[in-house]
Each structure stands twice: as structure tokens, then as C-alpha cells.
């Protein structure tokens, strides 16, 4: 009775924990792409330690239980209900609180995913076979990705064609983007760093060729390259005898 009454107990106790900590994180912004690597590093040393501990019990019981004779039949005692019971339900339990505690986990990362900073820069996003268009606040476009380091930023994304998958392989981040809907993804570039942007959900024999870079760049080296932008694309307008619809700040 005691033991049903405390695996009740534990099985409430993670069932409250993991919105508990989903409500936590939602409370600081936390860059997903750290906490993605926290949680995969988290896995690594579970699957490690559990491996690890069965692979040794394993070892022990070959070396323990090694028979010297081929003719000898093994014996077992037989099991009372209290032992079958502890034998089935204690791994069980242990088990199954690692596999909360990782749903916890999972859980409050999906939340930090989708929980856009309130200062995070918007640029449009539009994929179409095969490449990706990006847009930025002032109405320049670009084929390739630049942001400012330090800033958060969110991707407001949509296709005009197939469904096709954007993938931030460095960020560790990827979300589907669908004709007709909006999708959206976020990241925090928090240094330097040049990478690549893939389609990883195929959409046609041009899938692997659906690449872009992603240009992480410090914020003044961003303004200077957004300044740029503007004002080839005010020439062209002007050019046109139109009247460029956002000015830069």
C-alpha cells in the first residue's frame, strides 16, 4: 500500500513539475539555441550513464552466473508477490522518472522556441524553389541572411509554392514553412559567426541546392550593410520615378 501511495505521489509530483518549469523559463529570455545544446549534451550523459550501468550489471552477472559445466541446469528461487512486484515496479519507476524528467525538459524548450522577445528584429521570410528571399524593416531584400549580433530576431516566414523546412543547423532550430500561413522561428546570434541555412524537407530536385548564408556581424557593421541597401534600392526606385515606400531612420 505504501509503495502505491508514493509512486502515486512521484507520478503527481512530474506531471506539476513540467509546467512549472515551462512557467519559469517563460519569466527570462534564454537563448534556444543554448538551451538546445544543454538539453542534447543532458541526453548524451543520460544514455551514457544508463548504458554504462546496465552494461556493468550485464558484465557481472555473465561473470557471476558463468556456468563450469555444459550439463548443469539452472535453478530459480521462486518470487513472492512483494518481490516480483519490487522487481517490476522499482525499475519501472526509476525509468519512468527520467523519461519525466526529459518530457519536462522538452517541454519547457518548446516553450522558450516559441516565446518571441518583445525586442526581437522582424524580417520576412519567403521560400520558393529554390531559394530563400529575405526581407528586411526597411523593404530591402537579399538572398542571404544578416543579423546583428546580440539581438534577438524572428523569422516571419511563408512559401509561394511547396511546403518546404527552414533549417538553422548552427541554431539548431527548424520550423516548416507553408504556402497560405505564416510560420515563425527566432534565434539570438550571440557572436560572429558565418553558416548556412538549408531546406531539410524536400520540395523538388532542386532541394539540395536551397541554401543560403546566415551572417551573424557586429550591430554597427549591420547598419552600415542595411544603410547600403537602402540606398541602392532608393536609386532604383528613383531611377523608376517611384517613390520608396520606407525611408531609413
Not at 170 to 194: N, Q
Not at 198 to 204: A, K, L, N, P, T
Request: hydrophobic fraction near 50%; glycine fraction near 6%.
Amino acid at each position: 500500500m505504501r509503495l502505491r501511495h508514493g509512486l502515486a505521489a512521484w507520478l503527481i509530483g512530474a506531471l506539476v513539475a513540467g509546467p512549472a518549469l515551462a512557467a519559469e523559463e517563460r519569466s527570462v529570455i534564454i537563448n534556444p539555441t543554448t538551451a538546445w545544446n544543454h538539453a542534447w549534451n543532458e541526453i548524451l550523459i543520460d544514455l551514457f550513464v544508463i548504458g554504462g550501468v546496465f552494461g556493468l550489471i550485464g558484465a557481472w552477472f555473465l561473470v557471476k552466473y558463468r556456468t563450469t559445466d555444459e550439463n548443469a541446469v539452472g535453478a530459480a528461487e521462486p518470487l513472492n508477490l512483494e518481490k516480483a512486484l519490487a522487481w517490476a515496479l522499482v525499475p519501472a519507476a526509476i525509468f519512468m522518472a527520467d523519461d519525466f524528467l526529459l518530457s519536462a525538459k522538452g517541454w519547457s524548450l518548446w516553450n522558450i522556441q516559441r516565446s518571441v522577445p518583445p525586442n526581437a528584429l522582424e524580417i520576412k521570410v519567403l521560400a520558393t524553389r529554390w531559394n530563400f528571399e529575405f526581407e528586411y524593416p526597411n523593404g530591402a531584400k537579399d538572398i542571404d541572411l544578416i543579423v546583428p549580433v546580440g539581438q534577438p530576431v524572428v523569422l516571419r516566414m511563408t512559401a509561394n509554392d511547396v511546403i518546404h523546412s527552414f533549417g538553422l543547423n548552427e541554431y539548431r532550430l527548424k520550423e516548416d514553412i507553408m504556402p497560405g500561413r505564416i510560420t515563425h522561428l527566432w534565434f539570438l546570434p550571440d557572436k560572429p559567426l558565418e553558416s548556412k541555412v538549408v531546406c531539410v524537407e524536400f520540395c523538388g530536385h532542386g532541394h539540395s541546392e536551397m541554401n543560403s548564408s546566415v551572417k551573424a556581424v557586429p550591430k554597427a557593421d549591420y547598419d552600415a550593410w542595411l544603410a547600403s541597401k537602402t540606398k541602392k534600392r532608393t536609386s532604383l526606385l528613383e531611377g523608376r520615378g517611384a517613390t520608396p515606400a520606407v525611408a531609413l531612420n
